[in-house]
């Protein structure tokens, strides 16, 4: 699809918003890799400036910066001007991804897994479906364990350990569509089942959804929903991101709820950018601004709400890895160390550069493993530095990543969601 002139406008607008200051540059963990201009968030700005107003071919150095940023934007934290940088690279990859000028792994990953799978609920199931009776037929750890994938590369070896464990059911399959609760309620949340999280984080979503019920919520998971689209839109394909917005908007209007919860850092993120997608759409753009104004993270609504059950002692070590696009997209950090801290007999330690990404970044530690893992390398030292027993961070991707690194670097360490924290002193 064309640039709109509302559109080109609207990014040259956040462009001249850009002091080229250099403010951001400590804060580029791409930028601490090389210290090449290019690879900073100034940088690759002057790039996407350049190329929109076609002073810039469509250059491999250009798709390389463009896919080489994670797109964590912690340089919108540090920003002065409050340039909103991740609007603009995830509009240069979608103009990367209108010309198929990506590098072909990522393309090939792209059409496969975000375009077949992500997109469908049922493919994500069947997909589930066999990563399961690949694990449970024991050839996954016999291949682990075997090393045999290292004869043809360390690092096939090191992105199979990658690979999520997928639960023996999904969690959208073992709960109600609405989820009532005795004795005074408190209110009606919606629910956001997902895609990845829904068929092996389950135990994540469960937890979620006891300490609401817990704190006197009723809670709706409409079974119809699908992917919130953040994997698509940080990756160029919009407008797979829009059509799986719009299926969202539909089903959750179906149902009365006060705020929309949701346990996953990179779609709370994004469902609050509906409204700025939809802009355009004279159906959609009503509906997704009402729909992004309810949505809420689980941590953020229950520090605004406030706990109506008090947790249980839990004699723990604890620390907490800030996702990305929780601390930098959403600028919601004290609510999650509120919610562990509100825990007695927790010993919360901070961890060194917590806003530091993990090099997870969505599909990053699989197309640009190498740069994943140095900075995943610079957050374990930091993790271990800690001495803590449990690393809490609030996203999938991190904690994927994070409980490679604990393998990876020799670390003692369990990952858990700040929620599941919660949920177990709830239990204990």
Known sequence: MAMTETLKQHLNDIYNKCLHCGLCLPSCPTYNLNFREESSPRGRIQLIHSYQNNELKLSDIFVNEMYFCLDCQACETACPAGVHFGELVEEARSSISERS????GLRFLKKIFLQAVLSSPSRVK???KIMRLYQCSGLRDAIDRSEIL???SEKLYEKHQLLPYVDNKYFDEEVAEVISQEGEIRGRVGFLSGCIMNVAFSQIHHDAVNVLTANGYEVVIPKNQVCCGSLHAHNGEIETAKSL?????????QFEFDALVIDSAGCSAFMKEYNRILADD???AERAKMFSSRVKDISEFLAEVGLKKEPKHLDKKVTYHEACHLVHTQKISKQPRQLIQSIPGIEFVELPESTWCCGSAGIYNIVRYDDSMKILERKMKNVELTGAEI???ANPGCHLQIQFGIRKFGLHMEV???ISLL???YRS
């Open 101 to 104: 000028a990506e590098p072909f």
């Open 126 to 128: 069947t997909a589930a």
């Open 150 to 152: 290292r004869l043809f």
């Open 245 to 253: 917005a719009r299926k969202n908007i539909e089903v959750f209007e």
């Open 282 to 284: 004279l159906k959609y």
């Open 391 to 393: 690393v809490l961070t």
């Open 416 to 418: 858990l969601h700040p």
């Open 423 to 425: 949920a177990r002193a």
